[in-house]
């Protein structure tokens, strides 16, 4: 591994090999060509007479448009005499294909057959993605192209001859190794955007990111750029078949990231598909865009389990369903945790149809033996619908879009959203939308549901068009939902179900308890005020607030059902207070607008409680 460069006859194993051969050998290199050389192979600079047998090439080759370097090959820079190759494979990026300068000669194997003696291939493979022939712009008998998983594994036919009794060694979802190596210790060092994107070679891999770097078209003569794949731009890491299970630590750089265009691909992002992987501690951005359909994100577009930590984004993410800022879509769905720690986005997350988040689109928990954490997070960008799309859309949170529960515990804890979530201009229907969380559904009832704890929301939570389920915290919650010591201090407009906190609480049976917790600003009815609008809470069934208030000021306009506290209430009320002017049209209370005890516990109902300004 590391760095390799010179002006001629550069190889990441041997530069010039005369008369011999290697076998049992693999190199991880990066390969640096500078102007004027040549010859540059990712096992040998230069192969006179020579043989490579029972070998990989796993490099980085940097090239770029302006450069005068001639002669490029995946294992070797040029064939002379009569050499040859067996059961030999290459996993390179050769550059940027597309601009290997011109003149020069490039091959998937070999960069350039100086004699035109006959090839002498046998059981040679390359990956198919690279866009080469196999050797100097032809194909040759012998060797053909594939899959890079096929590589990974001793029953495949490129490694059928290869001796994994005495040399050689299986990794999971690796490449092989020699038995005097201990399994999985390997490390890559990422040094550009060539070997960022590498990562797709070695999904179990450990990887740490050792300097900034930028990402940018790759006619920019400053970085070692990497193929954009035809305008779709950086390939994502690890797919549904094969996830990425390795790690990534960032170790405190920045990466200026490659835009991603694939409008019409699920599971977009820097990694499309992780499972138990462990990501963080770097800087992902620098106004770059991201687009996908489903599960669409500027780190993970389907993260399952693992963690992602110390993460700071700043991109535009644009998706159909389930649309992070960060992950698109965060699913438990066997033993084990999830962990999303110390995030901050300031990207802008659009979508579509439903599920988009300042953090995380949607969340699912189908496992009752793994747990869901989002804590100490941080957003700052917007999370909206497309601006003039009239089409409708559903769950858009500051943090995390929606929230399905059906397993085990999913807690948000010291989470902030400053941004802003809806859309003042469109007039498209938008239904849950939250502060922090947008909707959040029970599958079954007594499953367990979302703890929030310590959230904040600063921002503003708008809807122009008719938006049902509107609130500072939560837009819709079902279940027995608990929002403790939270905070809402920003403006909310909406139409049905409005609340500084929660906009709807429908219980399913369940106790929902909100305490120690406050709203201040204005809740407001929007063009379309219909019913339910309150300080805290919009429309409940059966909830419990206790030693919260709201200094809200509601004003509905004309709509009906609203409170200082809770517009359309039922259930229980303790040691609470409403401070707030409120405004509405019909059945309008400086506490509740239309009450309902819930009747569970005589203690309770509206106890300890007072209203200070009420308007009609």
């Known amino acids: ?233 950086f390939e994502p890491i690890g797919d549904d078949t094969h996830p990425f299970t390795g790690t990534l630590d960032g170790q405190g750089f920045e990466i200026q990231s490659p835009s991603i265009s694939r409008d019409s691909y699920d ?36 993260m399952r389990r693992g963690q992602l930590y110390k993460i700071e984004a700043n991109m535009g993410i644009l998706g159909s369903a389930s649309v992070g800022s960060l992950v698109g879509s965060a699913i438990c769905d066997a033993p084990g945790q999830l962990l999303i720690s110390k995030a901050v986005s300031y990207a802008n997350t659009m979508l579509f149809d439903s599920r988009a988040g300042g953090i995380v689109g949607n969340i699912q928990n189908l496992e009752n033996d793994c747990s869901v954490t989002i804590e100490h997070s941080r957003n700052e960008g917007y999370v909206t619908n497309f601006w003039d799309s009239p089409d409708d859309v559903e769950n858009l949170g500051g943090i995390v879009g929606f ?44 499953d367990t549901v979302p703890l929030i704890t310590n959230a904040t929301h600063g921002g503003v939570v708008i809807v122009g068009g008719q938006g049902v389920y509107v609130g500072g915290v939560i837009g819709l919650a079902t279940g027995s939902t608990n929002v403790y010591q939270s905070k809402n201090t920003g403006d909310i407009y909406g139409s049905t179900g409005v609340g500084g906190l929660v906009g709807t609480l429908l219980s399913f049976g369940s106790t929902q308890d909100i305490r120690e917790s406050y709203a201040t600003g204005t809740v407001s009815g929007n063009n ?46 303790v040691s609470s207070y409403a401070a707030g002017e409120v405004h509405g049209d019909e059945r309008v209370g400086g506490l509740v607008g239309l009450y309902e005890s819930s009747g569970t516990d005589e203690d309770y109902g509206l106890y300890g409680i007072s209203a200070v300004k009420y308007y009609r």
């Open 1 to 233: 591994s590391g760095q390799v460069s010179g002006e001629n006859n550069v190889g990441g194993l041997v530069g010039y090999l005369y008369y011999g051969m290697l076998r049992n050998t693999y190199s991880e290199a990066s390969i640096i060509p500078v102007d004027g050389g040549q010859f540059y192979g990712g096992l040998v600079g230069y192969q006179l007479a020579s043989y490579v047998n029972d070998s990989y090439s796993f490099v980085t080759i940097a090239t770029t448009s302006n450069l005068t370097a001639d002669s490029f090959g995946g294992v070797s820079g040029a064939f002379r005499g009569y050499s040859g190759m067996t059961n030999v494979f290459a996993v390179n990026y050769l550059g940027n294909s597309y601009h290997t300068p011109d003149g020069s000669h490039a091959g998937a194997i070999v960069g350039r057959n100086i004699d035109n003696n006959p090839e002498n291939f046998t059981n040679v493979f390359y990956d198919y993605s690279v866009n080469l022939a196999c050797m100097d712009g032809s194909g040759a008998s012998g060797c053909e192209s594939g899959d890079p998983i096929v590589f990974q594994s001793a029953s495949n036919e490129p490694l059928l001859s290869w001796d994994f009794t005495t040399v050689w060694q299986e990794r999971s979802g690796r490449f092989p190794a020699f038995r005097t190596q201990a399994p999985g210790v390997a490390v890559y060092n990422i040094t550009n955007c060539a070997e960022l994107q590498g990562m797709r070679y070695d999904l179990a891999g450990d990887y740490t990111i050792a300097n900034n770097f930028t990402c940018t078209d790759s006619n920019d003569p400053d970085n070692y750029a990497v193929d954009f794949n035809n305008g779709d731009g």
């Open 267 to 302: 599971n977009v992002g820097l990694f499309g598909v992780t499972e138990d992987a462990s990501i963080g501690n770097f800087t992902y951005g620098n106004e770059a865009t991201v687009v996908g359909f489903e599960n669409v994100g500027a780190i993970i577009g389907q």
């Open 528 to 573: 379309y005020p219909e019913t339910g609008f309150g300080g805290l809470v919009g429309l409940s069934d059966d909830a419990t607030i206790i030693d919260s208030f709201s200094n809200q000021v509601v004003n509905a306009g004309v709509g009906d059902d609203v409170g200082g506290i809770g517009g359309n209430f039922g259930g229980d009320i």
């Open 403 to 446: 929230i399905q529960s059906a397993g085990g515990a999913i807690t948000l804890s010291y989470d902030t959203s400053n941004g802003g979530v809806g859309n003042p201009f469109s007039e498209a229907y938008m239904e849950s939308v939250g502060g922090i969380v947008g909707g959040q559904l029970v599958a079954n009832e007594g």
